[in-house]
């Protein structure tokens, strides 16, 4: 009897955990996709580079499933555009690229849209007009005839690399950047010789050919939604890229990171030749602070770079003023104070190896080599002036207090012999038989319980170096 309801109960279990299991299966939806926005607005310019970096990034960490660019811009610099396609290109699912023309897409607009696997129109609005100009102060300006040959040629054969890649018509880019190609398709003559190309979102989802094929764009859609829901129907999850209003910001801390490092280089250098925790220590501070946040604004370094810089800067701390003399933390502070700095301006993507490549690493070398190259220079220089000010003088009279019985008294004589009752790194105290009194070194660093002697007396100023 035991036996018998034992196995009915054990039945009951298996049916009741199959049920609950079909029951988990069938009533959890599936996962909507992930769609990311980037608007693509106003001019194409560096900071809507850090957008468009930013917002990649973020698509490739969250393996979004569809990246859309939200267009209305008038077009922009070249330069700019073509480091615009080469973060699109490393956007792993190249199929699901997209642009939403939403009013127009002129100039270098129409060329980061070739960039995209598909194009999507708005009702009214329009692509084209990409011949390359000259902009001046005074406004737009004709290119010479050889200079606008060159720059045609130039970015002709960059849209149709990006156009044949994509699977859209070559020669319909062409006829929007150079205007003696002209356009016919299927012996329709669609714009003349000598006239640039401008479709309407109607003219570029027309068909033509055999099998047909719309000219340029996969349709008309009244608003972004439709998009969306086109490429990615159901509930899909849709973030979109908003811009911080910082990426100004963030091009002027980027283009300037070598003087931020070499000011940060040149504050700690004077911190540390004074005693105490002052302005110089906080300036340092600031200025490496700035340094990571414009990076970061910029797309270019997450918080980590931060983290590791910390880090270091704590390990070198402890080799300076803890375990002196021990050199490994020494050695693996300024291992990861240099990585840091040199990896927050080092463009990796998600999808790229953990180690940068040599061209990644060219413009962060550069910049870190100027950065060190100032500091040293001005390193050496405050070396041999900075002692000699007043400003010297009064940070090390102020600064130097190790304890309460610490104080001035009457100055020794040259050649006087003492013992360092405190570190002089280079301000401290010494004892030369009638008590503490404060003392500097002339940039050396002397331990305490070291006999020195006193080689300079100006004022209350004595200099002392270790005997």
Same mark, same amino acid.
């Not at 036996?3 to 299991?21: F, P, R, Y």
């Not at 660093?445 to 100006?458: C, D, H, L, N």
């Given at each position: 009897?035991?036996?018998?309801?034992?196995?009915?109960?054990?039945?009951?279990?298996?049916?009741?955990?199959?049920?609950?299991?079909?029951?988990?299966?069938?009533?959890?939806?599936?996962?909507?996709?992930?769609?990311?926005?980037?608007?693509?607005?106003?001019?194409?310019?560096?900071?809507?580079?850090?957008?468009?970096?930013?917002?990649?990034?973020?698509?490739?960490?969250?393996?979004?499933?569809?990246?859309?660019?939200?267009?209305?811009?008038?077009?922009?610099?070249?330069?700019?555009?073509?480091?615009?396609?080469?973060?699109?290109?490393?956007?792993?699912?190249?199929?699901?690229?997209?642009?939403?023309?939403?009013?127009?897409?002129?100039?270098?607009?129409?060329?980061?849209?070739?960039?995209?696997?598909?194009?999507?129109?708005?009702?009214?609005?329009?692509?084209?007009?990409?011949?390359?100009?000259?902009?001046?102060?005074?406004?737009?300006?004709?290119?010479?005839?050889?200079?606008?040959?060159?720059?045609?040629?130039?970015?002709?054969?960059?849209?149709?690399?990006?156009?044949?890649?994509?699977?859209?018509?070559?020669?319909?880019?062409?006829?929007?950047?150079?205007?003696?190609?002209?356009?016919?398709?299927?012996?329709?003559?669609?714009?003349?010789?000598?006239?640039?190309?401008?479709?309407?979102?109607?003219?570029?989802?027309?068909?033509?050919?055999?099998?047909?094929?719309?000219?340029?764009?996969?349709?008309?859609?009244?608003?972004?939604?439709?998009?969306?829901?086109?490429?990615?129907?159901?509930?899909?999850?849709?973030?979109?890229?908003? =811009?911080?209003?910082?990426?100004? !910001? &963030?091009?002027? /801390?980027?283009?300037?990171?070598?003087? +931020? $490092? @070499?000011?940060?280089?040149?504050?700690?250098?004077?911190?540390?030749?004074?005693?105490?925790?002052?302005?110089?220590?906080?300036?340092?501070?600031?200025?490496?602070?700035?340094?990571?946040?414009?990076?970061?604004?910029?797309?270019?370094?997450?918080?980590?770079?931060?983290?590791?810089?910390?880090?270091?800067?704590?390990?070198?701390?402890?080799?300076?003023?803890?375990?002196?003399?021990?050199?490994?933390?020494?050695?693996?502070?300024?291992?990861?104070?240099?990585?840091?700095?040199?990896?927050?301006?080092?463009?990796?993507?998600?999808?790229?190896?953990?180690?940068?490549?040599?061209?990644?690493?060219?413009? =962060?070398?550069?910049?870190?080599? !100027? &950065?060190?190259? /100032?500091?040293?220079?001005?390193?050496? +220089? $405050? @070396?041999?002036?900075?002692?000699?000010?007043?400003?010297?003088?009064?940070?090390?009279?102020?600064?130097?207090?190790?304890?309460?019985?610490?104080?001035?008294?009457?100055?020794?004589?040259?050649?006087?012999?003492?013992?360092?009752?405190?570190?002089?790194?280079?301000?401290?105290?010494?004892?030369?038989?009638?008590?503490?009194?404060?003392?500097?070194?002339?940039?050396?660093?002397?331990?305490?319980?070291?006999?020195?002697?006193?080689?300079?007396?100006?004022?209350?100023?004595?200099?002392?170096?270790?005997?």
């Amino acid at each position: 009897m035991t036996m018998k309801w034992g196995l009915v109960l054990l039945g009951l279990c298996v049916s009741v955990s199959g049920l609950a299991e079909d029951v988990t299966v069938s009533d959890v939806p599936p996962r909507g996709k992930t769609v990311y926005i980037i608007p693509i607005r106003d001019n194409i310019d560096p900071a809507l580079v850090y957008l468009v970096r930013r917002g990649v990034k973020e698509a490739i960490e969250a393996n979004a499933d569809a990246l859309i660019l939200n267009m209305d811009t008038n077009g922009g610099r070249v330069d700019n555009t073509e480091e615009i396609i080469a973060i699109l290109n490393k956007f792993p699912r190249q199929h699901r690229l997209y642009t939403y023309i939403n009013t127009k897409a002129f100039s270098a607009g129409a060329f980061i849209a070739s960039a995209t696997r598909e194009i999507y129109m708005a009702p009214g609005s329009v692509i084209g007009a990409a011949a390359p100009i000259l902009m001046a102060p005074g406004g737009a300006q004709e290119l010479p005839k050889t200079v606008e040959e060159k720059m045609t040629s130039a970015v002709r054969a960059l849209v149709r690399a990006n156009a044949q890649r994509q699977g859209h018509r070559a020669e319909v880019f062409d006829a929007m950047v150079d205007k003696d190609q002209g356009l016919t398709v299927s012996d329709k003559e669609i714009t003349p010789k000598g006239k640039i190309l401008t479709l309407t979102n109607n003219e570029a989802e027309a068909p033509y050919g055999e099998p047909p094929q719309n000219l340029l764009s996969a349709g008309t859609k009244a608003d972004l939604d439709a998009v969306v829901s086109a490429i990615a129907p159901g509930h899909p999850l849709v973030i979109t890229v908003e =811009p911080t209003g910082f990426e100004q !910001l &963030a091009r002027l /801390i980027v283009t300037i990171s070598p003087l +931020l $490092l @070499a000011g940060a280089m040149l504050c700690g250098y004077i911190e540390f030749k004074t005693p105490g925790f002052g302005v110089f220590g906080i300036g340092a501070v600031i200025l490496a602070a700035i340094y990571f946040l414009g990076h970061y604004i910029a797309g270019l370094s997450g918080h980590e770079n931060a983290v590791i810089f910390t880090i270091g800067m704590a390990l070198l701390v402890v080799e300076l003023f803890v375990l002196p003399g021990h050199i490994i933390p020494g050695i693996l502070g300024a291992g990861l104070v240099f990585y840091a700095l040199l990896n927050a301006m080092v463009d990796n993507y998600p999808s790229d190896s953990v180690l940068p490549s040599l061209p990644q690493l060219a413009l =962060p070398l550069k910049n870190l080599t !100027l &950065a060190l190259i /100032i500091s040293a220079a001005g390193i050496i +220089l $405050l @070396a041999k002036i900075f002692p000699k000010t007043p400003l010297y003088a009064t940070l090390v009279l102020t600064g130097v207090n190790p304890g309460a019985d610490s104080h001035t008294r009457g100055a020794p004589n040259i050649g006087a012999r003492g013992t360092a009752l405190t570190p002089l790194r280079p301000a401290g105290a010494a004892d030369f038989g009638d008590g503490p009194v404060d003392v500097l070194t002339q940039g050396a660093f002397i331990k305490a319980g070291v006999t020195v002697s006193v080689i300079k007396v100006e004022g209350n100023i004595i200099t002392v170096e270790a005997a």
